[in-house]
């Protein structure tokens, strides 16, 4: 069974920083492209970023680009995002996906980690 | 950016009716290859997004025939053979051509 469990959402204050962590099981993690999608309380899906397989290869939204970072760990079969100078609108679920080599097409996905930027 | 546009924010259906979701994307999606970078997803409510179906017309794993993706180019269709109460949720296409990936706004399934 595939399993990604993500980790290290909470209250953050405006301006400040928080890491994400997402492990993964039950697949061949350097074959996947990994990314992460958010959605804002009541609102719809939004992409953020994408890391290629052997983490040569990073994307980012427009939104996020300067200020997020993600990065993988293909051994330890874990995924980060680097999130810093955090605005009110980062205020989301964040969901780590997986997506096959060469694919955007997202076959799994996790529960979900929270993160609120309020003062 | 790809501009994903779903006609409907929401849609009633009895049970055991049929139901369709249309989709359109600001640019084709066909690639030379012959496949449509065109994905849905159903998000249930209190959980996570999952595939349904990808390439257009491709059901994913585990996802029973009654769903079935349609369409090329800019305009996609996805549709319910016999709509249950399981399937209540938010339906979003998403273009997986180019990054940055776009999502539909989503379009909400009830049951009548």
């Known amino acids: 069974e595939v399993q990604l469990v993500e980790s290290g959402g909470g209250l953050v204050q405006p301006g400040g920083s928080l890491t994400l962590s997402c492990t993964a099981s039950?697949?061949?993690?350097?074959?996947?492209?990994m990314h992460w999608v958010r959605q804002a309380p009541g609102k719809g899906l939004v992409w953020v970023s994408r890391i290629n397989g052997d983490g040569s290869g990073r994307v980012f939204a427009d939104s996020v680009k300067g200020r997020f970072t993600i990065s993988r760990d293909n051994a330890r079969k874990t995924m980060s995002l680097q999130m810093d100078s955090l605005r009110a609108e980062d205020t989301a679920v964040y969901y780590c996906?997986?997506?096959?080599?060469?694919?955007?097409?997202?076959?799994?996905w996790g529960l979900g980690t929270l993160v609120t930027v309020s003062s | 950016d790809i501009v994903m546009t779903q006609s409907s924010i929401s849609l009633t259906v009895t049970p055991g009716e049929p139901a369709s979701i249309s989709c359109r994307s600001s640019?084709?999606?066909?690639?030379?290859?012959?496949?449509?970078?065109l994905d849905w997803y159903l998000q249930k409510p209190g959980q996570s997004p999952q595939l349904l179906i990808y390439?257009?017309?491709t059901r994913a794993s585990g996802v029973p025939d009654k769903f079935s993706g349609s369409g090329s180019g800019t305009d996609f269709t996805l549709k319910i053979t016999r709509v249950e109460a399981e399937d209540v949720g938010v339906y979003y296409c998403?273009?997986?051509?180019?990054?940055?990936?776009?999502f539909g706004q989503g379009t909400r399934l009830e049951i009548k």
């Open positions: 390439l257009g017309s």
């Open positions: 640019q084709s999606l066909l690639r030379s290859n012959g496949y449509n970078y």
């Open positions: 039950g697949i061949v993690f350097s074959s996947y492209w």
């Open positions: 998403m273009q997986a051509l180019e990054t940055p990936i776009t």
């Open positions: 996906a997986g997506s096959p080599d060469y694919s955007n097409s997202i076959h799994y």
